[in-house]
């Protein structure tokens, strides 16, 4: 919302948590610039489990079932490709991915599909072995994505100056 009001921007959101949508539905009800779908975001056109955090204080459930918990909701999830096309979208100027665990397989799906957003900024879930993350920052860097801030787990990449879509 702080973007819409700051640039004018319209902003696409995607989460298929029931509060994520409940506060959505509170905090952004009438903004023609912000777009909300309560679907989640994966490698492939499906429907999957979201699995409940351990804490139940918490809002974010988990397609890879980050915090090993039994229960789960299912939802609709559709790759970024899929969401594009959809939308008529040729480009992504921004992306922001806090997916819980589910973002190397975003990402490599991504890349796979020859998607490649100007920005994108991604949260890399703990736990998770270091060498994994290492591993899809050294791919972003040579798919030609700049690493221009790291602030705990949390990484933005621009395209790098005249790169192309990924190869």
Excluded at 129 to 145: D, F, K, N, Q
């Amino acid at each position: 919302l702080g973007m819409i009001e700051r640039f004018g921007v319209t902003v696409h959101a995607f989460d298929p948590t029931p509060r994520a949508a409940a506060h959505v539905k509170q905090e952004a009800a009438g903004n023609d610039h912000y777009h909300f779908q309560p679907v989640g975001v994966w490698r492939a056109d499906e429907t999957v489990r979201f699995f409940v955090p351990a804490d139940p204080r918490h809002v974010s459930h988990s397609i890879v079932n980050l915090q090993q918990t039994d229960d789960y909701f299912e939802a609709p999830c559709k790759r970024l490709s899929t969401i594009m096309r959809e939308l008529g979208h040729d480009r992504i100027d921004l992306l922001k991915l806090d997916v819980e665990g589910a973002e190397y397989a975003v990402l490599d799906n991504m890349l796979a599909e020859r998607v490649s957003p100007a920005a994108l900024c991604v949260e890399f879930d703990q736990p998770a072995p270091y060498r994994r993350t290492l591993a899809m920052v050294r791919t972003l860097l040579a798919e030609g994505y700049d690493l221009v801030s790291i602030d705990r787990w949390n990484y933005t990449f621009v395209r790098a100056a005249g790169a192309g879509a990924p190869s």
